[in-house]
């Protein structure tokens, strides 16, 4: 079955801009989280969206939003963007179920903030 | 919140030694623990994971043994080979659908040939 789809893989915006990225997760998963992922800072969570709603939330300011369609695909948004938004944001698609609950990742949209 | 420590953050080895990776995690709640693999350039993948009603899980070159007591979960690889070479995470989550995945800051491990 495909698996979890990052649209764009690369971007470039400038301070100030806003920026929306896209996942697709694997089908029958109804789970999306989003991480972001810097150099030396792991893997920071973001938000995680369950059928079409914001089921948990990081510790990341409110310019960073997100949405889940009926069919499961979820965007992220940042606007005004800063210098230290420039990561890897990576998408992960579960079955959201409690328990073990595997991710499995996209491979990203990699952000460049100038 | 759930907070999760990882130690070392850099580990280099000779190839056929073994490597272990330990972390540790605040919530007392959690009770799923998975460790993914990163390798430069690629997505995080699940290598195995751990369940609190277990001590110890093996595959292959791979276990990780948990301690719920203490509140920490370690990785063991033996025989390390080149390909083992990446960033390792380990994560924690709690019982409840509504409990996200928390991830350690990483290991880097090398294995010298």
């Known amino acids: 079955k495909a698996g979890v789809t990052q649209t764009p893989r690369y971007l470039i915006k400038t301070r100030g801009q806003q920026v929306t990225l896209s996942c697709s997760p694997i089908?029958?998963?109804?789970?999306v989280s989003w991480y972001q992922q810097t150099p030396g800072q792991g893997l920071q969570f973001l938000f995680e969206?369950?059928?079409?709603?914001?089921?948990n939330k990081g510790n990341f300011p409110g310019r960073f939003s997100g949405r889940q369609f009926s069919n499961s695909r979820s965007e992220m948004n940042v606007s005004t963007l800063e210098l230290g938004d420039s990561a890897l944001y990576l998408c992960?698609?579960?079955?959201?179920?409690?328990?073990?609950?595997?991710?499995?990742f996209g491979a990203g949209s990699r952000l460049t903030v100038l | 919140g759930e907070n999760v420590e990882q130690h070392p953050s850099t580990l280099s080895v000779q190839e056929g030694d073994s490597a272990v990776i330990k972390c540790t995690y605040s919530?007392?709640?959690?009770?799923?623990f998975p460790w993914y693999k990163q390798e430069l350039g690629k997505r995080p993948q699940l290598i195995i994971d751990?369940?609190?009603?277990?001590g110890e899980k093996k595959d292959q070159r791979i276990a990780v043994t948990l301690n719920k007591t203490a509140k920490h979960f370690s990785l063991h690889i033996t025989e390390t080979q080149p390909e083992d070479s990446a960033v390792y995470f380990c994560?924690?989550?709690?019982?409840?659908?509504?409990?996200?995945?928390?991830f350690g800051p990483g290991t880097s491990l090398s294995v010298i040939p």
């Open positions: 992960a698609s579960g079955t959201g179920t409690s328990g073990a609950n595997v991710l499995t």
């Open positions: 969206y369950f059928s079409e709603t914001q089921r």
């Open positions: 089908s029958g998963h109804r789970s």
């Open positions: 994560a924690a989550r709690g019982e409840t659908s509504y409990d996200k995945v928390i």
């Open positions: 919530d007392s709640a959690s009770n799923y």
């Open positions: 751990i369940r609190s009603n277990v």
